[in-house]
């Protein structure tokens, strides 16, 4: 029997694996179209957003069956929780990618105000938080996870600056405030990327340490 | 602050030279119920035999250290046994009724304990058969034998009959594992309401049943106290790495 719950939790913790190795990719693809404006990596990212949920959908009935015939207690229930909530987070990663390539096709006319904006430095940034969020989850890394909640601070100033960057760029060129919009939009999915890893960092020390550290001042 | 009810104070116990129970620290507050958690022969069984002496029925058995009821010691020589008993009753994993009437066994207590009139008697056995919930079910057949009734009814029966001598403590040892899921719901609702006005003290194999009706659980090893806690405490985040184990089903 105990081998049999292992078991089953050893695959919930693989589809998460797998889940969150194709969000990541998503991600990286994502940004390579914001570097670049390839539009076939635009549409590859969009229609690639159904295989995250699918995952979605089968790691949810996972940990309903796992609760509803194990009965999981202490440290096996917070594993549950936390792919529960982590697994949501990673959706939400999933859009965002798609998100990001959206904003991409809309400015193609103005790359340059993409470019000079500093939304790629906040790309980056919020991308390794993900990245490092994630991997703390495989990994059990406490340490890691509590880098990645204090970088989140970083990113929101990069986002602040590259706000009133494009609102400048807004007031000084009516021909720029339909791309200045699109890249507003698209520097705060960048933002809320970062927001995700930090709640995937919160839920790991969750899991780690039986602490709740979310919606805590700093 | 809950009053406590029963305080283990270094408390060991002894099966000839095998110590079954070492230096048990352990209070029971009133008005709980406290479960008593652990792989078989761990001592939770023998500990809750301690509380009110029937351990002593087995030969060369001895104690150390003291259990407070009410802040006195249940082990001191001036201690009527029979008394503790009445104040410290006990139900069986195995119902146990008498061979006699329903309204015989819920009475035999009372007549033992040398109590007054019949009216006095009446009155105290449908108060323990409401109390036990089983009055709705037996009341037109109090002269029916005891061993008619089906499982889940003598359990509690036997509650009922432990309630008839306005015990102050009930220790349960696995009163619901002999029983179908209806009749063991039937005895751990049982057990939330009867918790208003007496201490509660209850052996389970079943984690979650120990989960679902206790409000403090005490893991116990290889006749150690492990870890003492309130229940959500226990099944969420323990402090000892075996209780962990052992809640989570991987011990040894």
């Known amino acids: 029997m105990q081998n049999h719950f292992n078991q089953e939790l050893a695959n919930l913790k693989k589809n998460i694996q797998q889940m969150a190795e194709l969000v990541d990719v998503q991600l990286e693809f994502a940004m390579q179209a914001m570097q670049t404006g390839n539009l076939e990596l635009c549409k590859f990212v969009r229609n690639r957003d159904r295989e995250i949920d699918a995952y979605d959908n089968l790691i949810q009935a996972q940990c309903e069956n796992i609760i509803a015939l194990f009965q999981p207690v202490a440290g096996d229930l917070r594993f549950i929780m936390t792919s529960l909530m982590i697994n949501s987070q990673l959706e939400r990663c999933g859009d965002i990618a798609v998100n990001i390539v959206k904003r991409v096709q809309k400015t193609l006319q103005k790359r340059d105000l993409l470019t000079d904006s500093g939304i790629q430095k906040l790309g980056s940034l919020a991308r390794s938080m993900a990245r490092d969020a994630i991997e703390a989850f495989m990994n059990n890394n406490l340490e890691l996870a509590g880098k990645v909640i204090a970088r989140d601070d970083e990113v929101d100033q990069q986002c602040r600056n590259t706000f009133h960057w494009l609102i400048d760029k807004m007031q000084s060129d009516a021909q720029l405030v339909e791309p200045g919009a699109h890249l507003i939009v698209l520097s705060r999915q960048l933002e809320r990327l970062a927001d995700h890893a930090t709640n995937i960092a919160e839920d790991v020390i969750f899991l780690i340490e039986a602490r709740i550290v979310a919606h805590q001042k700093k | ?252």
């Open chain 2, 1 to 252: 602050m809950a009053k406590i009810a029963i305080e283990a104070k270094k408390f060991s116990f002894y099966y000839g030279s095998f110590k079954a129970l070492s230096d048990i620290n352990l209070k029971i507050d009133k008005n709980q119920v406290t479960a008593l958690i652990g792989p078989s022969g761990c001592g939770k069984s023998t500990f809750l035999r301690s509380l009110n002496r029937t351990n002593e029925i087995l030969p060369n058995t001895h104690i150390e250290g003291r259990i407070m009821l009410d802040g006195e010691d249940i082990y001191d020589r001036a201690v009527d046994v029979v008394d503790l008993r009445r104040r410290v009753g006990m139900v069986f994993q195995k119902s146990n009724p008498f061979p006699k009437s329903i309204f015989d066994n819920v009475a035999y207590g009372l007549r033992i304990n040398g109590a007054g009139n019949k009216a006095m008697i009446e009155a105290r056995v449908e108060q323990s058969l409401k109390d036990a919930a089983l009055w709705d079910e037996v009341s037109d057949r109090l002269k029916d034998s005891a061993l008619d009734l089906s499982g889940g009814q003598q359990q509690r029966l036997c509650i009922a009959r432990a309630l008839a001598v306005q015990p102050e403590v009930i220790l349960m040892d696995e009163p619901a594992s002999a029983l179908d899921p209806i009749a063991t719901q039937k005895i751990e609702e049982l057990i939330f309401t009867l918790k208003e006005r007496y201490t509660i003290v209850i052996v389970t194999h079943n984690m979650q049943q120990a989960a679902r009706i206790s409000d403090v659980t005490a893991f116990f090893y290889l006749g150690q106290l492990i870890e003492v806690d309130k229940t959500n405490k226990i099944f969420t985040a323990p402090n000892k790495k075996q209780t962990e184990e052992y809640i989570t089903g991987r011990f040894g």
